[in-house]
């Protein structure tokens, strides 16, 4: 969606999608095949089904009093802007969308509670980016747009005013709730650079929300009356900065951060721990591949969307093990029963995307049992 001259290294791994040029998206699919895993009850092995299909670059998931919500990056549309010596053209339409995943008359049944966002993919409607993230409490539905400069040539007529923003949806409709790129420009947290891209939302109990500015390396709180100020922000370890993309509340609850840091060979990306309260940072579980998406279930084991690898990874009692999944994106967890989700090929549109050797399966969301 973003004119490539404007873009930042940490702005390019989430842009076009989950951001990931073509060479690289060729490197992380060596080795996903079938679902695989380790691990599981007994020594057995974790089961998975398809639950969803036909979704364009499903991202972020949020689990909902039995429902599920799935925010889709779109597929972009007919009008092509910008090119640069790493990237496409990123061809822009108001694709994107929340889709709605439930159980009903004995089978997995979804559609779509809101359409007609804003999106940009490449031509052929892989790798987007749009609604990102989205959240889900007591019916009402967060979700956060990516941001992309005016001289990128994106309208700024609505909807497209609604890029950068926090939204608030309910019953169909789509509300403005808070400007959070617009916090980056006016504090600029983390100080190595003036971008931003919000790319996960959390809807606290207390309701306040608190957006992933993934290109401005810091968390934003939205109060309940829609003001938006800095939270938390992320030093740079390992040689990278950090990238936050994902959050989750854990039963402890401390907000739980996923983030981009590192490159496919070197799994230095962490999950931070961080206070509701006050945006301390408290802690942080390392030594993962760059994060697309987290969760924890009622005993805080804690899973882990690890783009790049294609896996999904749970961390129980210090003990790691791992399911394999194409291109992971959102994860949630039933906190009934157990029950992982995850978001699966989230960098095709429903029609799959081309990596060179064929097109992909499109967007999917997976259920994984016994994990």
Not at 61 to 90: F, M, N, W
Not at 207 to 232: C, E, M, Q, W, Y
Request: charged share 20%.
């Amino acid at each position: 969606m973003e004119d490539a001259r404007h873009a930042t290294r940490k702005r390019r791994a989430l842009v076009a999608g989950t951001g990931i040029a073509t060479g690289v998206a060729l490197a992380a699919t060596t080795g996903i095949g079938p679902a695989t895993a380790t691990g599981g009850p007994g020594g057995g092995k974790p089961v998975v089904r398809v639950i969803a299909t036909g979704l364009d670059n499903p991202r972020q998931i949020s689990y909902d009093h039995g429902h599920l919500y799935v925010a889709e990056a779109g597929r972009g549309g007919k009008k092509c802007i910008g090119a640069g010596p790493e990237s496409e053209q990123t061809c822009i339409g108001l694709t994107s969308a929340v889709t709605k995943v439930y159980w009903d008359g004995g089978a997995w049944q979804h559609y779509r509670v809101v359409r007609g966002l804003p999106s940009g993919a490449a031509p052929d409607g892989g790798f987007a980016t749009g609604l990102d993230g989205v959240s889900a409490r007591h019916g009402t539905l967060w979700g956060v747009e990516t941001y992309a400069p005016p001289e990128a040539g994106v309208p700024t007529t609505p909807p497209w005013n609604e890029l950068g923003k926090l939204l608030r949806i309910r019953h169909g409709k789509v509300k403005i709730a808070a400007d959070i790129s617009a916090v980056e420009f006016r504090y600029n947290p983390h100080k190595a650079s003036l971008d931003s891209n919000p790319y996960g939302v959390l809807a606290l109990p207390d309701g306040r929300k608190i957006v992933a500015d993934a290109a401005g390396n810091d968390l934003v709180v939205v109060s309940r009356h829609g003001k938006a100020r800095p939270f938390t922000v992320f030093p740079d370890h390992d040689g990278h900065e950090a990238v936050p993309t994902s959050l989750a509340l854990g039963p402890d609850g401390k907000v739980y951060v996923g983030e981009l840091n590192g490159e496919p060979a070197k799994p230095t990306a962490r999950v931070w721990k961080v206070d509701p309260r006050t945006g301390k940072i408290l802690g942080w579980k390392s030594g993962f591949g760059s994060i697309s998406g987290v969760a924890l279930n009622g005993k805080g084991d804690l899973y882990v969307s690890e783009l790049f690898a294609g896996q999904v990874t749970k961390v129980s009692h210090g003990r790691r093990t791992n399911v394999k999944v194409p291109f992971p994106a959102g994860v949630a967890v039933d906190p009934h029963d157990g029950k992982v989700y995850v978001s699966a090929w989230s960098i095709a549109d429903r029609d799959g995307t081309d990596l060179g050797g064929g097109k992909t399966p499109g967007g999917q969301i997976w259920k994984i049992l016994g994990f």
